[in-house]
């Protein structure tokens, strides 16, 4: 299988192969085919293409996963920077905003949701786009175990580990604080 190729990077040929005809995203410099464009190599009878990769990076859609740092809180919601979409990154500085409102945090009992008690700023949190919020903003859910809080830094400054879906312990101090935990993947 082919791997993907950066901007720049040499295209393989089959060895003793005639020169290909030269497709989109891929140009010749210094006797080398080369990419334009992220993605695949691809032959086309003669000619020799580099197909975009799928997974470049694009605005959260509804149902879209995404992982974001909590930037702030209010007693009603948390709200996101979001930096990953369906597991790709964003370039640095186009991170798109989320909000995760007190009746998306979970399934059950969502009237006695407390923000405070299910994130902290710093928080790495992983949601669903369930809706675009409002001109600023896209609403996300963590109202399935598989999503929550993912990375969290206690008080002391140490990596909180999960001991339930609603606690995190230190693992300097050994206590215990409150997180609306994702389920570790894997369990």
């Known amino acids: ?32 085919i080369k990419a334009s464009l992220l993605g695949l190599p691809k032959i086309h009878g003669s000619v020799r293409t580099n197909r975009p990769n799928l997974m470049r990076p694009h605005p959260p859609a509804p149902s879209s996963v995404v992982l974001g740092s909590v930037t702030r809180l209010s007693p009603l919601q948390a709200f996101l920077s979001i930096s990953v979409v ?20 979970r399934a059950t009992e969502k009237d006695r949701v407390k923000i405070g008690d299910c994130f902290r700023g710093g928080d790495v949190v992983r949601g669903v786009v369930i809706s675009l919020g409002d001109a600023r903003s896209y609403f996300v859910t963590t109202a399935r175990n598989d999503l929550g809080v993912i990375f969290a830094t206690s008080e002391a400054g140490a990596t909180l580990e999960p001991v339930s879906w609603q606690e995190m312990r230190c693992p300097k101090t050994g206590k215990i604080e409150k997180r609306k935990c994702a389920k570790p993947e894997g369990l």
């Open 1 to 32: 299988m082919d791997s993907i190729l950066l901007p720049g990077q040499p295209i393989a040929l089959p060895p003793k192969a005639p020169a290909p005809k030269l497709g989109p995203g891929a140009y010749a410099r210094d006797n080398e």
């Open 86 to 105: 369906d597991g790709v990154a964003l370039p640095a500085g186009e991170e798109f905003t989320g909000v995760i409102r007190s009746q998306d945090v």
